[in-house]
């Protein structure tokens, strides 16, 4: 119960890492406000959590005890966003924690000088906008807390390059700069702000979870067997799973980490090692 007593949002919690955070925190007694958009946004080129899919969460979270508060708001909106942040702070009264997860990994797949400007901008306000966004309406309450704890979950792509993923890899490091320069602000505020890199993250027919699938098909990798094809280039010659991600959020959002602040932690079996 390394949680109990904490309310945590998570944004992107329909499925997914984002589902999997939200049960290992509820499974620490932790109370939770979940958000996703809940539907397909025009450009991205697979399907996104449904409003079902994040009521599943909010259910299998139910179901361990804790307080779960769950609404639609996509991080673009600035209007969607306060109005699930103020609901959640109605029902519980303070926000402990704040796990910007929601994220997408297309468009991508071409070489930089043919993205659209459109492609270029929704993923940059996905991916980077979208953690500031959250953090504006967040950090404010956490301010006159004087307590928090904001956890951005980043990329490798925030490390390193991928071909064909320019947009994505400027929004990942992106992450990582913003991570580092609110833990700056924050830090006279007892606000801690931290990233963590996932490598690749196996998708899981429970939680799922659909994006390597979907990077995989962008980069023309056959799906197929695209674990196996993924998994080479990873040391430890295995996936990332979803619940290595929670553990190390789980750890960041407790107390246990009171003095990390603007630090980027990698989960990724040795990718960047090389
Ligand atoms: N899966 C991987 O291999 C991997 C690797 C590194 C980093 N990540 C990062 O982890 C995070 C979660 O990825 P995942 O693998 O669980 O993907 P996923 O597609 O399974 O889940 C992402 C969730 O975010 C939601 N979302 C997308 N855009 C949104 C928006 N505008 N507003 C609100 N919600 C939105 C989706 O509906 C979905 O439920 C992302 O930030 C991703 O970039 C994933």
Redesign the pocket.
Known sequence: MRLKNKVALI??????????IAINFAQQGCDLIL????QD?AG?S?S???EN??EHTAMLCRDLEVGVLSGL????DVEQIELIVTEGLARFGKIDVLV??????TPSGKIVHDIEESDWQLMLD??LN?VWRMTKSVGRIMSQQRSGSIIN?????GLVGYRYFSA?VAA?HGVIGLTKASALDYAPLKIRVNAI?????R?DDV??????V??AKAIKVNEQNHESLFVESHPLNEL?E?SD?ANAAIWLASDDAVRVTGSVTTIDAGFTVK
């Open positions: 944004t992107g919690a329909a499925r997914g890492i984002g589902r999997s958000l996703d958009v809940g946004i991205v697979y996104l959590g449904s899919q994040l708001a996509d991080v673009r910007n997860n929601a994220g997408i990994a996905v991916d979208g979950i980043a990329s490798t792509a994505y990942k890199c996932p490598g690749s993250v998708d939680l799922e979870g659909k994006m390597l979907e990077i990332v979803c991600i």
